[in-house]
């Protein structure tokens, strides 16, 4: 079944540390999203990419950085310079960039400050 | 601005109707969606409104008034499975991207 792997499901991360989430789909789909959901707030937009080697920055994209070097893979770095990263991450995907389109969601990885 | 105002919790009786409401300001619009999210896993996909009225999928139901920026999901025959976060999003036309509203919780009880 096609779908979005995100990995691993739990993180954690010491001080000054660089972390790195993973995303990959085989829903053969072009854009793929990274999403912050904290508690009380909506899901909030980090980076998005609407195809292979193009990316964008969301609305909180200060302190991550993003790479889309294939089309499947659409990995999140969390950079020491992300003061607060205790979030769940969501990764999802589109077909393309159609407004009508759902956004298919992986399971998510609940990152932690140890 | 962008704002989506949902109300934060909600509770209803197994067997019962609720809805949930969604008003939405954004600088451009292109659809409405809803999604269900339990707690601790990923969003799913309930409902796309983009032109007025009603759309009804089986127990669920969503309803958009564009003048209005309104919206809201409509859930019979409740369940106890039902209980979940629901998240009203609006793909804003200017910015092509998704605004999500911060989701209610519904509480179903026996």
């Known amino acids: 079944d096609g779908g979005i792997t995100q990995s691993p499901k739990y993180l954690f991360r010491k001080e000054g540390q660089n972390v790195t989430l993973s995303c990959e789909q085989n829903l053969n789909h072009d854009a793929m999203y990274w999403y912050r959901q904290d508690p009380g707030q909506g899901l909030r937009l980090i980076y998005y990419s609407q195809i292979v080697n193009d990316f964008q920055k969301g609305d909180i994209a200060e302190g991550y950085s993003v790479s889309r070097e294939k089309k499947e893979s659409f990995p999140l770095t969390v950079t020491s310079a992300q003061k607060n990263p205790t979030a769940f991450y969501l990764c999802?995907?589109?077909?393309?960039?159609?407004?009508?389109?759902?956004?298919?969601f992986g399971d998510g990885t609940r990152l932690s400050i140890l | 601005g962008q704002n989506i105002d949902q109300p934060t919790e909600m509770t209803a009786t197994e067997g019962a109707i609720v809805q949930i409401n969604c008003t939405y300001q954004?600088?451009?619009?292109?659809?409405l969606f809803w999604y269900q999210q339990h707690a601790g896993e990923a969003p799913t996909f309930l409902s796309y409104n983009v032109l007025d009225g009603l759309e009804e999928k089986g127990r669920f139901s969503s309803f958009l008034s564009r003048s209005k920026g309104y919206s809201y999901l409509l859930l019979k025959e409740l369940q106890m499975k039902d209980s979940a976060s629901y998240l009203c999003?609006?793909?804003?036309?200017?910015?092509?991207?998704?605004?999500f509203g911060t989701g209610t919780l519904l509480a179903v009880q026996p």
């Open positions: 954004t600088s451009g619009f292109n659809g």
């Open positions: 999003a609006v793909h804003g036309g200017a910015t092509n991207k998704l605004i």
């Open positions: 999802a995907s589109t077909p393309g960039t159609g407004a009508n389109q759902p956004q298919h």
